[in-house]
């Protein structure tokens, strides 16, 4: 660990074991059978729990409206002109999310971006590699210092200030357990302040306000939104875990990070 006297932070440094985190994709594509089944067992009971689960972020149902967004080459609104300036991505949410009258925008599971060509935290881990251009999480893009509150009860498995541009930027990620089988939700994304006074293994109640979306200079350099993801297994990853994947990857990467909406439960109010 490192600490920030400036901020009063404690950052977790950020795994950069490549060999580990290879063996760890590796794995994710050669599941066997009981492994994959396991798997499967978390998410049947996640499903199961639906019920009991808290919003993520506030949302009247009968008063908010969401709105799809999409960041696929399908959106020819999206022009590096766009993607390469903060303050005009910026301004592009925020009328979308102005002009429906939506609260938020929300999106991204299963898709294939293009607007991570604007930074090289994605790109091939060599010339002619193929990049990371598959999100494995939901993003609820609106109002920076937005709350977000945890869906259940869980621990703080880890955190972090993930700074490179177009990274998380503040990072949260919590570890929750449900009829004696263990996952984890990452937050990323977040303010600054949302790390200060965290510890591993500090309890974090349902329905507890714990973070915040992050404005761009701490965020990763984006519109303020939150990425939120479920995890299955997390390898050795501390305060990070890979929120975009190969398309060539997916089926691994996608079977240990299932459908967010397993959680939020938003997808049914989108218009």
Request: charged residues 25%; hydrophobic residues 35%; negative net charge.
């Amino acid at each position: 660990m490192i600490l920030n006297e400036k901020n009063n932070i404690i950052f977790l440094i950020k795994l950069d074991e490549l060999e580990s985190a290879q063996a760890f994709l590796k794995d994710l594509n050669n599941l066997p059978l009981k492994q994959m089944e396991k798997l499967n067992d978390i998410v049947a009971i996640i499903r199961k729990h639906q019920h009991d689960f808290h919003q993520v972020v506030p949302f009247d149902s009968t008063a908010d409206k969401l709105l799809q967004l999409d960041f696929t080459t399908a959106n020819k609104e999206i022009t590096p002109e766009i993607l390469n300036d903060i303050t005009t991505f910026n301004n592009y949410v925020d009328e979308l999310l102005h002009k429906n009258k939506a609260k938020y925008g929300i999106g991204g599971y299963d898709e294939h971006r293009t607007i991570y060509k604007v930074s090289k935290v994605f790109d091939g881990d060599g010339e002619g590699e193929e990049p990371r251009r598959l999100h494995l999480g939901v993003d609820i893009w609106g109002k920076h210092n937005t709350a977000i509150i945890s869906p259940m009860d869980g621990l703080v498995h880890s955190f972090a200030f993930n700074n490179d541009f177009g990274d998380y930027g503040g990072t949260i990620i919590l570890v929750h357990r449900l009829e004696d089988v263990s996952f984890f939700t990452l937050y990323g994304h977040l303010s600054l302040n949302s790390l200060k006074n965290l510890h591993e293994g500090q309890h974090i109640e349902k329905g507890e306000i714990f973070a915040e979306f992050g404005l761009p200079i701490e965020n990763g350099h984006w519109p303020p939104h939150l990425h939120f993801q479920i995890i299955l297994d997390m390898g050795t990853y501390k305060g990070d875990y890979p929120g975009v994947c190969k398309l060539s990857e997916k089926k691994g990467w996608l079977q240990n990070s299932p459908d967010p909406d397993l959680i939020l439960q938003l997808q049914q109010y989108l218009h």
